[in-house]
């Protein structure tokens, strides 16, 4: 990976990326973990063709401020810079805009892994999952 790569992600918020979804509140506007998912897509897509077949990318740290509301109905978009490179895990700048404003900025740490190995841990977790439900009805 180089420094430097840039990706984009856009969206217009629609009803279920609202804040009422989220709390008993009528609140028309972006949810915040909405917003961090558009940026991660940012990043995502910066990297995307430089991601071995074998490997996956995955979210593993984020940092941002949401600035700003974004009401139903607007557009978003966010981007995302890779910083810097430290053996398998990628730094990124991101930020996000609406029609008016910046809305949100911050960085987000993102790691490269076997995909195989990554889809073991999920499987191994599921089955142990499986066994404890299995035990309590016992």
Not at 12 to 40: C, F, G, Y
């Amino acid at each position: 990976m180089i420094p430097g790569l840039i990706g984009k992600s856009e969206m217009i918020v629609k009803k279920e990326d609202l804040v009422s979804l989220l709390a008993d509140v009528t609140v028309n506007a972006l949810s915040t973990p909405r917003l961090i998912q558009l940026l991660e897509a940012a990043a995502v897509e910066a990297i995307r063709e430089f991601v071995p077949a074998e490997k996956i990318s995955l979210g593993a740290e984020v940092n941002i401020k949401h600035l700003s509301p974004t009401p139903l109905g607007m557009k978003v978009t966010a981007h995302a810079i890779l910083q810097r490179v430290d053996q398998n895990r990628l730094f990124f700048l991101v930020d996000a805009f609406d029609e008016i404003e910046k809305v949100a900025e911050g960085d987000h740490k993102r790691v490269i892994v076997s995909k195989g190995r990554f889809l073991q841990k999920v499987e191994k977790k599921r089955l142990e999952k499986a066994e404890i439900k299995d035990e309590t009805k016992e």
